[in-house]
Structures are given as C-alpha cells and as structure tokens.
C-alpha cells in the first residue's frame, strides 16, 4: 500500500535543476501540453527547480545547453514515448523518468508488444496485420464480426475504428483511416466487456499496482473527446470487482509491464470479457509515459491509495535513471 500523501517525505533538493519536456511534434502534442504543464506546475508548487522544454521547438542542442540535472519526460506518443528521446537523454547522460530506450520501442509498437505477450503466455486479444490488399472477408471469417482497427504505433485512440458491421466495406474504410497514421495497422479481434486500465509504478520485482480503474465511457466509446475533456465518463476506482479478481488481473499487469522491461511508471489497458464461462482479462497495450492531465488515469489511481498529484509526480522524478551510468 503506497504511503498517504502527507506520509510521503521526498526532499526536493536532491532533484538539482529539472527539465519537463513536453509537447513535441507528434499527433499527441496537445495532449502532451496539458500533462506537461499539469507536472510542471505540481513540481515548482513544491519547491523544485523545474522549466519547461518543448523538443517540438527547441533543439537538441538546447537541451545540451540547458544543463539539467534529470528531466520529467510528459511527451507522448512518436519522438517522445518511442525511445528517440531517451536515446538523446542516454548520449547527454541526463537521467530521465520511464522506461529505457528498448523498452520504450517496444512498448509504442502494439504488435511487437502482442508478441512478446504471446510468447510470455500472457492473454491479449487475436490479430493480425491489415494491408491494403487484404482479403476482408478471410479477416473476419478468422478473426470475427466484430473488430478493432488501429494504427500499431499511435495512442489516445487516434486513427482507431470499431467495426461491428460489414455492410459497405467498413473494414477496407477503417484501413485507410489507420493508415494515415502509421504504415503499420493492426486488425484486433473486438473483446466485448468490461473497460479496466493499471497503472503499475517501480520496475522488477519492486513493480507494484495502483487500484485497478474501470472506464464507463458513454455509448462504451472511450474516444479521444471521452478521454480529455468529457465529464461524461466515469472513472471508478478501485474498480468493483472480486477482491480476488482485482489481484489476479493487477498481477497479471506487473508481469505484462515486466516482460516489456517497463520501469519506473507505466499503465497497462486491459478488457475484462464477462461471460458464463468466467471472467478472462486480456491485456490491449502499455503505455509508458501516460497522460498526466485533469482526466488522466494514473492520477485517479494514486489518489484511491491516498497519494496526491504532486506526490506521484515527486515519486515517479525520484526514480528518473539512465540504462547505463
């Protein structure tokens, strides 16, 4: 159980100068602005010697100059969760918050994800890649009528479509919607049940789960206009579930997260398909610099163990590292 708020001592000064990037260039950047700024504000708040960067505007070069002692990585999506700016961080030798370079790659990439999954035991829904000459009828006498189509390396639901219909080539339409984002389009069998998210802090064995989340979007569309800025959607947390359920699936985050090679925070999604034969969680994806705005997950789920905004951001600053020292 994470310490309450006012329990949690972490003295400011031994963060010397941070540097919190966000923005960037990716189809995230507005995304990213808000959780930036959300970090930045909860770090000068306490004391921390905190300035913004924007690699989306400023250059490399810059942040050599700026001279941080470590950064708060708030960037989301290509260029910022990919493992391009760890790799710059890496070369500077400036310690920073997530995962590493490797990890950071794979994570962003949903079908190399699924694969290690696979190989790992671990459940995650059936798939496979959509190209644009793909048979549509074969997809979905295989994979069924109800579907997900997404780009493989883009997040906040951009370039996503539910296909539950097959009437007028919807398949071959959500295709070209995905394809607009990212060469690579995974075509995902559709989990229908329950919407659930964990956000897991710490690395190895020392990864620990927050209290799982369940996501009520209305019409079940947790799009990007429910994610950031709806106050339709509902956030309950800890998720009403079986105490016993709750842990299988939290464990079955922390492994997930680990066989990726996730370190210091990350979140994992996760659909709960409810039906006669019992409960199955299958793991979607992982995201490992996830939103830190007024609507974000990982926020909802500290609280829930007593854990404040500006205690999670001074917690997860603690752990920033580089790969190799």
């Not at 710059?88 to 310690?95: A, I, R, S």
């Not at 509902?234 to 370190?263: K, T, W």
Request: net charge negative.
């Amino acid at each position: 159980m994470t310490a309450p708020a006012d329990e949690v001592k972490i003295p400011v000064n031994v963060f010397g100068k941070v540097g919190v990037l966000f923005g960037g260039d990716s189809s995230e950047r507005e995304v990213s602005i808000m959780s930036g700024t959300g970090v930045l504000t909860a770090l000068t708040a306490r004391g921390v010697d905190a300035h913004a960067f924007d690699p989306g505007r400023q250059s490399i070069a810059e942040l050599a100059a700026a001279k941080f002692d470590r950064v708060f990585i708030a960037l989301h999506g290509r260029g910022g969760e990919d493992g391009t700016i760890q790799g710059v961080l890496e070369l500077l030798k400036v310690p920073y918050t997530g995962s590493g370079v490797q990890a950071s790659s794979v994570a962003i990439d949903k079908v190399m994800t699924k694969k290690i999954w696979l190989a790992e035991e671990l459940p995650t829904p059936d798939w496979e890649m959509g190209h644009a000459t793909s048979d549509w009828k074969r997809v979905v006498a295989e994979l069924g009528d109800q579907l997900i189509v997404k780009p493989s390396r883009e997040g906040s639901t951009i370039g996503i479509t539910k296909v539950t219909s097959h009437d007028q080539n919807e398949l071959a339409a959500a295709f070209e919607e995905a394809v607009k984002y990212d060469d690579d389009v995974l075509i995902e069998q559709m989990i229908v049940g329950r919407e659930l998210t964990c956000a897991v802090l710490g690395e190895g064995k020392t990864a620990r789960a927050l209290p799982l989340i369940e996501i009520r979007a209305p019409g079940a569309n947790y799009d990007f206009h429910h994610k950031y800025y709806s106050e339709d959607t509902q956030y309950l947390c800890p998720a009403p579930l079986e105490d016993s359920l709750s842990q299988q699936i939290q464990a079955l985050c922390v492994r997930a997260y680990n066989a990726i090679g996730c370190r210091g925070w990350g979140r994992v999604d996760v659909m709960l398909d409810v039906n006669p034969r019992g409960d199955r969680p299958y793991l979607l994806e992982v995201n490992t610099s996830p939103g830190m705005t007024g609507h974000s997950l990982v926020p909802i789920a500290a609280r829930a163990t007593g854990l404040s905004y500006g205690d999670l951001v001074l917690e997860i600053l603690s752990m920033a590292r580089l790969e190799r020292a």
